[in-house]
């Protein structure tokens, strides 16, 4: 069982997104069982909540919508997922902090192919959600072929 965690801020924008994409790609190739997926926030005020609604739309529109409950990451989550992807610098040195003995675990998810951040869209409209669905699909495409069982 191969674990991966999605990290943003606030767990309702691009980590959802991440996940409900992973978990469309696993469930297209026939992996859902070889694989254990989650997504969570470095901070905890949507805790609770579902992803935001323009999450919600390009997920459906992709078929990659799951049910979603933010919440907001816990020490434990550093052990016992093998792979942590944040989506940004500012998010990676937040868990840095927060989680000293686990510094270097996490890395950014776009290190995966080529580099840079995925940017927060959640004060733009439905076309920066699209944008970072494009990334977010590319970047787990990579991981997906070089790490999922053949």
């Not at 949507?46 to 999450?55: K, N, Q, S, W």
């Amino acid at each position: 069982m191969t674990r991966v965690l999605f990290v943003c801020m606030g767990n309702i924008c691009r980590s959802p997104m991440a996940e409900g994409i992973f978990r469309r790609k696993l469930h297209e190739r026939g992996l859902e069982g070889r694989f254990e997926v989650d997504s969570c926030g470095t901070g905890g005020w949507h805790a609770g909540e579902p992803a935001d609604p323009r999450t919600q739309a390009v997920l459906s529109k992709y078929d990659a919508h799951f049910p979603h409950v933010a919440r907001q990451i816990r020490a434990e989550d550093l052990s016992h997922f093998d792979h942590i992807f944040v989506m940004d610098r500012e998010n990676l040195r937040t868990l840095e902090r927060m989680f000293p003995a686990h510094r270097g675990k996490a890395r950014l998810l776009l290190d995966l192919n080529g580099g840079g951040e995925v940017p927060d869209p959640y004060y733009g409209g439905l076309e920066h959600f699209e944008a970072v669905y494009q990334m977010l699909e590319e970047a787990l495409e990579v991981f997906l072929q070089n790490h999922a069982p053949h």
